[in-house]
């Protein structure tokens, strides 16, 4: 299985996976660790990855969560996010129920307005591959890196319960 087949099928699994519903807001531990997915990839095979096709799965996995809110017999909505860490090369699918009131991170976080914007960051950041490993080299990526304003893009969405 090639990469970008790896990447697509873990998007896939996760689609299918049953979420840790909750209502509570003190197991917030339990929900990302059942409802979080983090991806990771090479700046060569983000290359072959159209922002459309995670899109896509993006699309089915909100559908895959809608579904199993309304077969829930709590009366709870989740807050979707996804995020782009570009020190760690990450991007982070992670549900928690729309109680919480704080995001599930820390750091500095950039809202964006589109999903596009976050996939986007992630398919052309030039840190895919890792920091350089010289001395001076990881310096200077970092004072590049500290000269931006954030190193988190994050966008969130409410999905609805709605009616069955």
């Known amino acids: 299985m090639s990469d970008k087949q790896t990447l697509f099928n873990n998007l896939s699994v996760f689609e299918m996976a049953d979420l840790f519903l909750t209502d509570k807001t003190d197991q917030t531990a339990k929900e990302i660790y059942h409802n979080t997915l983090t991806l ?3 700046s060569e095979v983000a290359k ?3 922002t459309e096709e995670i899109l896509a799965s993006l699309a089915r996995i909100k559908t895959s969560v809608q579904n199993q809110l309304l077969n829930s017999p709590l009366s709870i909505d989740m807050n979707y996010h996804v995020w782009f860490n570009e020190l760690e090369g990450q991007l982070i699918i992670c549900l928690i129920n729309a109680n919480h009131d704080k995001l599930p991170l820390e750091g500095e976080m950039q809202f964006v307005e589109t999903e596009q914007e976050v996939i ?3 398919l052309t950041s030039p840190y895919l591959d890792g920091l350089l490993l010289g001395e001076e ?3 200077s990526v970092k004072d590049d890196l500290h000269d931006e304003e954030s190193h988190i893009w994050i966008y969130k969405e ?3 319960k709605g009616r069955r």
């Open 40 to 42: 990771t990839t090479t």
């Open 48 to 50: 072959e990855i159209s």
């Open 120 to 122: 986007y960051r992630f």
């Open 137 to 139: 080299s990881k310096q």
């Open 158 to 160: 409410r999905i609805v």
